[in-house]
């Protein structure tokens, strides 16, 4: 079983910053490909950022430039830190781990639970 478990969330006034975390943990060989989604009010869960074990990154247009996405391989653990938030930044961000190989070799992706981001003018 595997688990991922995300913090760091909360309320920030708009052009602050907030660094969320999101560490997996289980039966866990290795892990491709981590990153962030997010899903506001009345919207679809976006891609924020992704990034490979390589270190490979990826983001969506609307954050690039103020969202930076790294991580620790032997920590299993991901994180986003984010500048010069924005009210548009306001959702929930969900940590997502894909390719997750176990020392059965099976593989999955896994979801963690959701942290809440507001951003307050």
């Known amino acids: 079983q595997v688990r991922l478990v995300e913090s760091g969330g909360g309320l920030v006034q708009a052009g602050g910053s907030l660094r969320l975390s999101c560490a997996a943990s289980?039966?866990?060989?290795?892990?491709?490909?981590m990153g962030w989604y997010r899903q506001a009010p009345g919207k679809q869960r976006e891609l924020v950022a992704t990034?490979?074990?390589?270190?490979?990154?990826k983001y969506a247009d609307s954050v690039k430039g103020r969202f930076t996405i790294s991580r620790d391989n032997a920590k299993n653990t991901v994180y986003l830190q984010m500048n010069s938030l924005q009210l548009e930044d306001t959702a929930v961000y969900y940590c997502?781990?894909?390719?997750?190989?176990?020392?059965?070799?099976?593989?999955?992706?896994?979801w963690g639970q959701g942290t809440q981001v507001t951003v307050s003018s």
């Open positions: 997502v781990s894909n390719g997750v190989r176990t020392p059965q070799f099976t593989y999955g992706t896994y």
């Open positions: 990034i490979t074990g390589r270190g490979d990154t």
């Open positions: 289980g039966s866990i060989f290795s892990i491709n490909i």
